[in-house]
């Protein structure tokens, strides 16, 4: 099983970007994901979770209303809109997979991706 994150980058504040992820070596539709990041110093924290079906979406207080969560199951990836970036939203991002129904708990995850890194100047 394989998560690739992608779409990371140095941007300014305010402006967008998109994250993708790309799930190989699994039945994608059978798992719900979800978005965590690290910044640095800190610990891993949720940041949004999807349904396998798309339908449902749980995103953390500080993101609501900025990010937005998709995902394709025709193309096994899920894709995490973040508008109007803060300095505070800097921090590797990871997507992960998890069977278990929509959750915020990292350890109710099975699979991880490697991270990708986002960086916002003030």
């Known amino acids: 099983v394989q998560l690739q994150a992608f779409g990371g980058g140095l941007v300014q504040s305010g402006v967008s970007l998109r994250l993708s992820c790309a799930a190989s070596?699994?039945?994608?539709?059978?798992?719900?994901m979800g978005w965590f990041r690290q910044a640095p110093g800190k610990e891993r924290e949720f940041v949004a979770a999807?349904?396998?079906?798309?339908?449902?979406?749980d995103y953390v207080d500080s993101v609501k209303g900025r990010f937005t969560l998709s995902r394709d199951n025709a193309k096994n990836s899920v894709y995490l809109q973040m508008n109007s970036l803060k300095p505070e939203d800097t921090a590797v991002y990871y997507c992960?997979?998890?069977?278990?129904?929509?959750?915020?708990?990292?350890?109710?995850?099975?699979?991880w991706g490697q991270g990708t890194k986002v960086t916002v100047s003030s």
């Open positions: 070596g699994l039945t994608f539709s059978n798992y719900d």
């Open positions: 992960a997979a998890d069977r278990g129904g929509l959750s915020r708990r990292s350890g109710n995850y099975e699979y």
């Open positions: 999807i349904t396998w079906t798309g339908r449902t979406t």
